[in-house]
């Protein structure tokens, strides 16, 4: 059967890394037909396992609103069995609305695909994991972008304008407030170097800063980091901000919460730098280092 | 205008959750349970709303055990008018599509103008019920919300997104679902506790309103995630650095 899946698209072109990975995990139930809103489709056509690309460049959908969104997914859901988007702020926006219009559940943040029926999910902060299995007649799903490997670029499909019924004139965009950052995204990152209330304030978070550029590495923070404005709230790792799950992750002044555990114990190799022995990030950390941050951190950027 | 705010039972935050050994849920007995963390930043908004003149009353609303009671009782503490609660005691979670289709029923009873949701509930971690509650009553939705001004009709809402903030507006009435940052709930006095004890509160269950609630999804089981293996302490930035490099990692 076939799924649809919804590109994920952001400042006017679409989000490879983000759409790569949900169409890998699309694929494993069927033939993808991409839809991309509000960008070109060509990239995104050599997607492997994307079969068909739909492409609609009207401003009703330029800004990811919810509504005129949904609308138009469901327009075309007739054809799909699943409809599919990356766990990603867009995505948990308009899915959960795509399914109540058509009368499904939704599951959210998917880690696993069992088989066209059944799938795997976090709960509790991730400290279960759920098997469940939809009696829906259409799946309505959001896949967690950490766990799932992105495909290939080996594809070629072809791409076709769509339209739909355009403004439903329920919302309105007024302005994104996006920070311009040359450094990796916190999402696709190899390495991610975090800060928590231990940096203890917005100047000396410089630190953290200057260890990522070093490492060519994303920045992430602590939700008691963001509170005191230290950092924005785009960098949150957790269970209520961004999962990611690098080959490192470098948590600096920050105690391991399980909420913010949620965001991060799938990196590959965790390194904790606390002057709290106790701390319980220790738990989950490969190489921990009981330190002043202050002290320790500059000295690694400068020995590495 | 009228402020309705659904406030679910869960888990309190602070719990290391357990996973059942037979792999049938996890452990909730005796355990303690608290309000949505979301949902005290959404009972916080409407209470603010009405002091500022903007909202004339707040509706709380519940659906679950006859317990969550008391979760209602800590939202009147904090300054809600007046509460509903909608027992249904099937024994499995009530999904966020059957939550959305009570609240519908409940939003048509109450003609609120604004519905404030959490984001997520910390326990199935969701994130769906208000999206899925602005479907079914065709409605605007500005989920995630870190700042909500209301004013002529519309509500102004920044939300918090991948890339940092966004700025939408809404016609009225609309759905908000709010964000960690959107402010920090009060905590109840003790007279405003006592008081709320007398605030009235309305029982009713899911078959009142007509909403079939069973589940769509089967659970299938429920497993521990794979533990971590236990790492290691360096002494030194330099035996960190050694570490990093055996591993090929910098
Ligand atoms: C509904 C809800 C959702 C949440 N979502 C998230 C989320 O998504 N992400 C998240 O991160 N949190 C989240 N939290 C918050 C979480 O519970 C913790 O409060 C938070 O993660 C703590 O951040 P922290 O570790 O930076 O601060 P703290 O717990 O205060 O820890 C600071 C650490 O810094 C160390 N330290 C201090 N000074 C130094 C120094 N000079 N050198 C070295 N170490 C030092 C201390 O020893 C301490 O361990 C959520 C909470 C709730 C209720
Ligand atoms: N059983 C419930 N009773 C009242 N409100 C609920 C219930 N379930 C969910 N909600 C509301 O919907 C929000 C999102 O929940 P969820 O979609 O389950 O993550 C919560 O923060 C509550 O505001």
């Keep these: ?304 | 205008m009228k402020v309705l705010v659904p406030v679910k039972r869960v888990i309190d935050y602070n719990v290391k959750v357990r996973v059942k050994g037979d792999g049938t849920g996890v452990d909730l007995a005796n355990v303690k349970m608290s309000m949505n963390p979301f949902d005290e930043i959404a009972v916080e908004e409407a209470i603010r709303l009405k002091e500022a003149g903007v909202a004339s009353e707040v509706v709380v609303v519940s659906i679950g055990e006859k317990k969550a009671v008391d979760t209602l009782r800590n939202a009147l503490a904090m300054g809600a008018d007046r509460g509903i609660l909608v027992t249904e005691d099937q024994g499995v979670e009530i999904e966020p599509l059957a939550v959305a289709k009570i609240l519908a029923k409940v939003v048509a009873e109450e003609a609120p103008e604004l519905v404030i949701l959490g984001k997520q509930a910390i326990d199935n971690d969701m994130n769906a019920t208000g999206q899925m509650l602005a479907a079914l009553l065709g409605w605007g939705q500005a989920t995630f919300a870190s700042e909500v001004l209301i004013s002529e009709g519309k509500a102004v809402v920044t939300r918090e997104v991948d890339g940092g903030l966004q700025t939408i507006s809404v016609g009225l009435p609309a759905i908000v679902t709010t964000d960690l940052r959107l402010n920090e709930p009060r905590y109840a006095s003790l007279p405003n506790i006592m008081k709320a004890k007398k605030k009235p509160l309305d029982e009713k269950t899911a078959a009142d309103y007509g909403v079939d609630t069973t589940p769509r999804l089967t659970v299938v089981k429920t497993e521990e995630p794979a533990a971590r293996e236990a790492g290691i302490k360096v002494g030194s930035v330099d035996e960190l650095i050694a570490k990093l490099k055996e591993g090929g990692l910098v």
């Excluded at chain 1, 606390?274 to 020995?303: M, R, S, W, Y």
């Design chain 1, 1 to 304: 059967m076939a799924v649809l899946c919804l590109a994920e698209v952001a400042g006017g072109a679409v989000a490879l890394d983000a759409t790569a990975k949900a169409v890998s995990a699309s694929a494993k139930l069927g033939d993808v037909t991409l839809l991309v809103c509000g960008a070109a489709g060509d990239e995104a056509a050599k997607l492997a396992g994307v079969s068909r690309v739909l492409v609609t460049e009207d401003a009703a959908y330029a800004h990811g609103l919810a509504e005129n969104l949904a609308a138009l997914i469901v327009s075309l859901a007739g054809d799909y069995a699943h409809i599919t988007a990356p766990a990603t702020t867009t995505g948990k926006n308009v899915l959960p609305r795509v399914a109540a219009l058509l009368d499904v559940m939704v599951l959210t943040d998917v880690t696993s695909v069992v088989d066209a029926d059944t799938f795997q999910r976090p709960i509790y902060a991730g400290n279960a994991i759920q098997t469940v299995r939809s009696k829906d007649e259409k799946k309505v799903i959001t896949f967690r972008t950490s766990t799932f490997e992105a495909a290939g670029q080996t594809g070629s499909a072809a791409v076709e304008a769509t339209a739909g019924a355009g403004d439903t004139g329920l919302s309105a965009f007024v302005e994104d407030k996006v920070a311009e950052s040359d450094r990796p995204e916190l999402t696709s990152a190899k390495i991610v170097v975090s800060g928590g209330r231990g940096v203890g304030s917005e100047e000396d978070f410089a630190i953290i800063e200057k260890l990522a550029d070093k490492l060519g590495a994303a920045v992430g923070a602590s939700r008691a980091a963001v509170d005191s404005g230290f950092a924005p709230n785009d960098w949150q790792v957790g269970q209520t901000g961004k999962v990611v799950a690098p080959e490192l992750y470098i948590a600096c002044g920050i105690s391991g919460a399980i909420q913010h555990l949620a965001g991060m114990k799938d990196s590959k190799v965790i390194v904790a730098i606390n002057k709290d022995e106790e701390a319980p990030i220790f738990q989950v950390a490969d190489f921990g280092l009981v330190a002043d941050l202050f002290q320790a951190v500059p000295e690694l950027t400068e020995k590495l």
